[in-house]
Structures are given as structure tokens and as C-alpha cells.
């Protein structure tokens, strides 16, 4: 059974940093696409970044901010967040497609967790 597991979330005053994890577990997710959303109270959820192979890919918004990477030995996402911003709230997600394309579409990807709160003050 593929499973999703996001922890690292939590409480932080703007412009501190939070490192959300990702671990995987299931199968290999080293060679597929794997990306970060979010979704704040009220909207839709969004893209925030991907780490495909065709190379990694930003939200405008956290572009500069925020980096996306992955151990495969691990078989985990990670997503460091520096700079945050009171409107970064939201609960965070990690996902995955079944194949190796970059998208920024949730209707892309498969395999999600449950998802880590992460609350900026200001």
C-alpha cells in the first residue's frame, strides 16, 4: 500500500523558516514525479512547487523562498521554507504522480498524504 507522510509543520512568526518532510513508503518514488501543494481555509488547493526530471519548478509566489528537494535513498520529499509569510498559512501537502511528468496540476498527481499545518504569524 503507498503511503504519504507529512510531517514538519507547525507555528512560526514571519520571516522564520519550517523544513516540511515527505516520506514515502509503498514503492520506489525516486524516479517519479513529486511535488507540494497547498491549501488555505476557503480556497482551492494550489501548486507550490515539483521535482520532477525535467528539473524543479516554483509557485511565483514562494519562488526564491522556498526549496523543493528529495533523498532517494530516503525515499523523501522535502520542502524548506524560509522567509515565510502570514499569508503561507495553510496546510500542506505532498503528492505524486504514476509517471515522470513536471505538472503543477492537482488532477495530476495520484498519491497524496494527509497533509501538516503550517500557521505564519505576523
Known amino acids: 500500500q503507498v503511503q504519504l507522510v507529512e510531517s514538519g509543520g507547525g507555528l512560526v512568526q514571519a520571516g522564520g523558516s519550517l523544513r516540511l518532510s515527505c516520506a514515502a513508503s509503498?514503492?520506489?518514488?525516486?524516479?517519479?514525479?513529486m511535488g507540494w501543494f497547498r491549501q488555505a481555509p476557503g480556497k482551492e488547493r494550489e501548486f507550490v512547487a515539483v521535482?520532477?526530471?525535467?528539473?524543479?519548478y516554483y509557485a511565483e509566489s514562494v519562488k526564491g523562498r522556498f526549496t523543493i528537494s528529495r533523498d532517494n535513498a530516503k525515499n523523501t520529499l522535502y520542502l524548506q521554507m524560509n522567509s515565510l509569510k502570514p499569508e503561507d498559512t495553510a496546510v500542506y501537502y505532498c503528492?505524486?504522480?504514476?509517471?515522470?511528468?513536471?505538472?503543477?496540476?492537482?488532477?495530476?498527481?495520484?498519491?497524496w498524504g494527509q497533509g501538516t499545518q503550517v500557521t505564519v504569524s505576523s
Open positions: 503528492a505524486s504522480t504514476r509517471g515522470y511528468d513536471s505538472s503543477s496540476s492537482p488532477r495530476d498527481y495520484y498519491y
Open positions: 509503498g514503492r520506489t518514488f525516486s524516479s517519479y514525479t
Open positions: 521535482h520532477s526530471w525535467r528539473g524543479l
